[in-house]
């Protein structure tokens, strides 16, 4: 095929369309015709917006409020005529910046590593098989497989559609799905009426498709929209605009500090020289340079970690909300539980129970009617057995490769082909002998589904397939006495932590094809029940450990589970989600509550049960009501609505589809609930990390400006240089503050309380720490200054000494900050190895400046001695030891409370 063939593709034939594209419509194209293709027509993607260059990186480092200040300040330095003073500031802000943009460059190629990772997938036949490719692998003629909860990865002409609709409101506005089928239309048809097509970036609600492709990338429908989204940015999460107000809030700051010296100094009588640079050097000092660096290398550290431990972010502002979340909605299947769905007992008409041995997917136990073993001779059995098979889309594989036993298709589903197996079925026998003629497939909103199939007779037998309150609500009411049998023997299931299915079946005849048509609505009244079949699926190993996890850090878990409320409440207690006094409630009640009683109950209710996707919303909605931040899994195409109000919505990466996987922030990699557990920690450690730094730099700052006020004040000389305090701030704090938001966790985030969202970053426990830290590094540095001055030391000296003081006093402040209540002498510096190579790093660069003369004379310091550098460090090391003497007592006073 040479280039993509121009044709109006709704208004041509299935078969017609199949010839064009040089394809096949039941084996698809080969791999070595797709290979080919991929090379002439380029991916199946829309240009993305462009990448900033290194260089444009770059130029945003200087785009905050904070460096303008410090380009001020440079610009006043040379107009004095500091030169010296002015490169070293620009030389600093420059550094700062390379380090900026090496570090964005890096966060954003983590992000489009972890994108490629969650990337939509497509199924399609390569010379006859089914296989999973990448949706930018697709190419003009490869036959799509569709089924509800597929996304449509390219623009496709319907060849077969069995029920089929589509959501294609992305695409055409229209807010409701619509209807597909295989007709040719003519011409002029509307893009919304085209029903013989499906469409790139739209979705599959319900049923099932077989389409070739006829148009990828550019030249889809939705190729021409993506160029008007190009220069879409993610938008900035909370934490960056609290971060951006805090910096324009320090910049007034500074601004009036800069101009209440000048002010004081005025009228003093100073030399407006020299008080132009105490100035100058109050402000420099007032500038946490080292914060948006450690913004950025905190949240990339963080998704980095969550990639580790299976959690693919996708929103940034998931991060930070992790760390806020108080309740976690769960799926049970799957997430909660293993997805190994093993049928356990069985219930056939006439009040009959058969208990089912064997686990797992192996087809190996017995099927036992009290003490006497049962087989295919039962009649009652066989035809419910065999209703089970037909009524089925799942296939079950058999061992190889040193594998064991699996299943292609829903767990539920192959449990039934398992049992089946067990009594001595032939699955794929009896499909052949029995063909689908027709179906209804699996409807969330009607909880059943219905097949169509070829009986051993001349006619047809339809049967349905599903939970037991849908299903017997189509069952004949003439044998009430069965149907009342089977309500309680469901219920005797459920208590029993079995899911429940109830299968029915027509009487064989040529009538109940047209019946499908109207749905399941049209089938009340026309079938019988055959039985309840009753599976379980075991909670996880794992899940009880999280659970109590989330409980121990302040994290209520609530069960949202399809089964029947009793199953869903025998599970939560036995993972711990339920206590002795929570509730269960399911998709009827929850109807008939209005929103104050839905809200007052909230706090009782542990599972949701038989819930269709509006109510998940409603949950969602509710529990935000009451001001919880709620993280809701999910991983079916009706879950989307609620996965994107949720504060963090959470996509299983396994059963997902990639529909729920777009509206999530987080995709799990593994579908377990442990994981998302080990994400929200992360999300307190990102959080905890970051407050550790805004902690030490707010020290740093607020130590720096009161020592030079306190000298101007008392009538001292400048105890620091312009240079010196951006040395501290620049060198001494950047070779620590970037390597402290790499901190590991200390152990005890899923201790501690949620962390409010309306919580300031400099809230009352921070404060008072820096109420004490801040004043002992004065008095420290300040005392030492005026005592070296009185005893009459050359000024060059005591500012050498009082500047090397200040920086070592930060590296004990580095360590104070490292912990609120561990003692830092029981972490140790060496538990995070990037901190204790900033620490060495931090240091040769200190004797550089006091040692090599060109530095020195730079940065307007002498050499020290080492007894001068041996007092200076125990003086500094006063700000550790007051500050373990808090810990301590804070450490007593929690042993006492307990």
Partial sequence: MSGLPQMVWHATGPDAAVRRLESDATLGLSPEAAARRLAELGPNAVAEAPVDSPWLLFAHQFRSPLIYILFVAAALAAALGHWGDAAVILGVVLVNALIGALQEGRAERSMAALRRLSELQARVLRDGRELQVAARALVPGDVLLLAAGDAVGADARLLEAASLAAAEAALTGESVPVGKRVDTLPE???????????????????????????????????????????????????????????????????????????????????????????????????????????????????????????????????????????????????????????????????????????????????????????????????????????????????????????????????????????????????????????????????????????????????????????????????????????????????????????????????????????????????????????????????????VAACRAAGIRPVMITGDHKLTGLAIARELGIAQAQDEGLDGVELERLNETELLDGLPRIAVFARVHPAQKLRIVEALQARGEVVAMTGDGVNDAPALARADVGVAMGITGTEVAKSAAKIVITDDDFATIVAAVEQGRVVYANLKKVILFLFVTSIDEVLVLLLALLAGFPLPLAAVQILWINIVTESTLTVNLVMDPPDGDEMTRAPVAREQPLLDRSMLARIALLAPVAVAVTFGWFVWRQASGVAYEVVRTETFTLLAVCQWFNVLNCQSATASALRLGVLRNHWLAGGFALSLVLQACVLYLPPLSRLFHTVPLSPLDLLGIAAAASCVLWVEELRKAIMRWRGSGKR
Avoid at 323 to 350: C, F, P, Q, Y
Avoid at 352 to 376: K, Q, T
Avoid at 379 to 408: F, K, Q, T
């Fill in 188 to 546: 002029a048809t509307g893009l919304g009426d085209r029903r013989n097509m499906v469409y790139s970036g739209t979705y599959i609600t319900a049923g099932r498709a077989r389409a070739v492709v006829t148009a990828t990338g550019e030249h889809t429908e939705v190729g021409s929209i993506a160029r008007m989204t190009r220069q879409a940015r993610e938008p900035k999460t909370p934490l960056e605009l609290r971060l951006a107000g805090f910096g324009r809030q320090l910049v007034v700051g500074a601004l009036a500090l800069f101009a209440g010296v000048m002010v004081f100094g005025l009228l003093r009588g100073l030399p407006l020289a020299e008080l132009l640079m105490v100035a100058i050097s109050q402000t420099v000092s007032m500038v946490p340079e080292g914060l948006p660096v450690a913004m950025t290398i905190a949240l990339a550290v963080g998704i980095q970690r969550m990639a580790a431990r299976g959690a693919i972010v996708r929103r940034l502002s998931a991060v930070e909300t992790l760390g806020s979340t108080t309740v976690i909605a769960s799926d049970k299947t799957g997430t909660l539980t293993r997805n190994e769905m093993t049928v356990g007992a069985l219930w056939l008409v006439g009040n009959r129970g058969i208990a089912v041995g064997g686990v797992g997917y192996a087809p190996e136990g017995s099927l036992r009617e009290g003490d006497r073993e049962v087989s295919l001779e039962d009649p009652a059995l066989r035809e419910l057995l065999c209703a089970a098979v037909l009524c089925n889309d799942a296939e079950l594989m058999p061992p190889r490769e040193g594998a064991g036993w699996s299943v292609l298709g829903d767990p539920t589903e192959a449990a039934l082909l398992v049992v089946a197996a067990k009594a001595g079925i032939d699955a794929r026998a009896l499909r052949e002998r029995h063909p689908r003629r027709g179906e209804i497939p699996f409807d969330s909103d009607a909880r059943m589904m219905a097949s169509l199939h070829a009986a051993d007779e001349t006619g047809q037998r339809l049967y349905v397939k599903g939970a037991p309150e849908a299903v017997l609500r189509l069952c004949t009411a003439d044998d009430a006495p069965t149907l009342q049998a089977a309500r309680a023997a469901a219920e005797a299931m459920a208590q029993r932590a079995l899911r429940v299915l109830a299968v029915a079946a027509s009487a064989p005849g040529p009538e109940d094809g047209p019946a499908l048509q109207g749905g399941f609505d049209a089938l009340a009244g026309r079938v019988r029940l055959l039985g309840l079949i009753g599976q379980i699926d075991p909670p996880r190993d794992e899940a009880r450990a999280a």
